[in-house]
């Protein structure tokens, strides 16, 4: 048999074209199972510490440890989705007052426009008029595919809980699935991928979070100072969009804008773009290097090309999921030879050492280690 190393060049090529082709439309194909599949795997890393405790320190079975900690996740999450949905009840209270400030600034808008470029209101009314006329022809399609958005969701989220279940549940079998797939002189290479990947996933996750609060406490802290109303929402919606690399914090500032333009009026829209842009450049800056850089070293490069790709195979789930799943690419390309390029594609230019197998962190967490063979060294 002709070894890869032996191939020519055009040969290696089109070989990872097609394998990238392969895995691109493997991808778009398999959505439904693989999305909800990639997000349990995040879950069910970050679950992994809890589900160990339950299950030896307090002597429960592996399916109630399981589910408990699956349950605590759910419950994480209902609280901040009650959070976010108090603040945006408060909106809804004062919707009338709302609307009253829009209709003011809109009018005040459509003065400005007639001074500056002479076009008069009524002209201004008619193009709205047009615009909003075709909004309606169009408005069943939009509420049939939002309904359907919102389905697909909750469906989403119910498989994303019964697959964290599950691989939390089997989680062992899989490290002995993973181990037995490959030949006996490997052990150790799968054993030091699989500690890395829980690590290096565990702490970016933990990072993104701490980052998510850290922004969001800033924003509401500087809206308020500046007198903007609804200050604790835009920050809360600041902190959870800044998880989207890139294309979040644009959202963010949008809807922000929309906010402070209704309820202040145009005074204060380039104070809250200072606000926001300057928390961006600070999270950017200090914040991301030294909380989630440090866990997961991708170039800003391939950082803005996976999110692409991310969000053109996946869409918005595609936007959060390409980090994670570059960053365990990365751990796996850096420990297989013929593959060791495209970590170093994929890492920055600070020298990185590679770690020893920790074999020590996966027999804490239940695995068998024994029969899995200790590293040569020369």
């Known amino acids: 048999m002709i070894s890869l190393k032996q191939n020519p060049f055009y040969t290696k090529l089109a070989m990872v074209l097609i394998s990238l082709i392969a895995l691109c439309y493997i991808a778009v194909l398999g959505k439904t199972v693989l999305v909800p599949l990639v997000f349990a795997l995040l879950f069910s890393v970050m ?32 609280g901040l989705l009650y959070l976010v949905g108090s603040q945006i009840s408060n909106l809804a209270d004062d919707w009338p007052q709302f609307k009253e400030q829009v209709m003011s600034s809109v009018t005040d808008v459509q003065h400005w426009i007639s001074a500056k470029f002479h076009i008069r209101i009524r002209q201004q009314m008619t193009y709205v008029n047009n615009a909003t006329s075709k909004l309606l022809e169009t408005g069943g399609s939009v509420i049939g595919n939002v309904a359907m958005s919102l389905s ?12 964290t279940f599950f691989l939390l549940y089997y989680r062992r079998l899989i490290i002995r699935f993973l181990v037995a797939v490959f030949r006996e002189e490997n052990a150790v290479i ?11 996933i565990r702490q970016y996750i933990l990072g993104l979070m701490l980052e998510m609060v850290i922004v969001a406490t800033a924003t509401c802290l500087a809206l308020w100072i500046l007198g903007i109303k609804y200050a604790i929402l835009l920050g809360l919606l600041t902190g959870l969009f800044n998880l989207v690399p890139y294309i979040g914090i644009i959202t963010a500032l949008l809807l922000s804008l929309l906010v402070t333009f209704a309820t202040a009026g145009a005074a204060k829209l380039l104070l809250v773009i200072a606000v926001i842009l300057g928390i961006h450049l600070i999270d950017s800056n200090v914040l991301l290097p030294v909380i989630v850089g440090s866990k ?10 996976g999110v692409i790709i991310g969000e053109n195979i996946w869409g918005i789930a595609g936007t959060f999921l390409a980090i994670p799943i570059i960053a365990i690419a990365k751990i796996v390309f850096d420990r297989i030879d013929p593959l060791k390029p495209w970590g170093l594609l ?17 027999a804490e967490q239940g695995h068998d280690v024994t029969n899995a063979p200790e590293k040569k060294t020369s």
């Open 47 to 78: 679950l992994l510490p809890l589900a160990n405790f339950l299950e030896r320190r307090c002597r429960l079975p592996r399916s109630v440890a399981s589910i408990l900690s699956v349950l605590l996740l759910v419950g994480s999450l209902a």
């Open 152 to 163: 697909s969701l909750l469906l989403t989220l119910v498989f994303i809980l019964i697959d």
């Open 190 to 200: 799968v054993y030091d991928i699989i500690a890395q990947v829980q690590s290096r």
């Open 346 to 362: 994929f890492g920055d230019e600070r020298d990185e050492k590679q770690p020893e197998p920790l074999k020590a962190e996966i």
């Open 296 to 305: 997961v070293r991708i170039n800003a490069f391939i950082t803005i090309l």
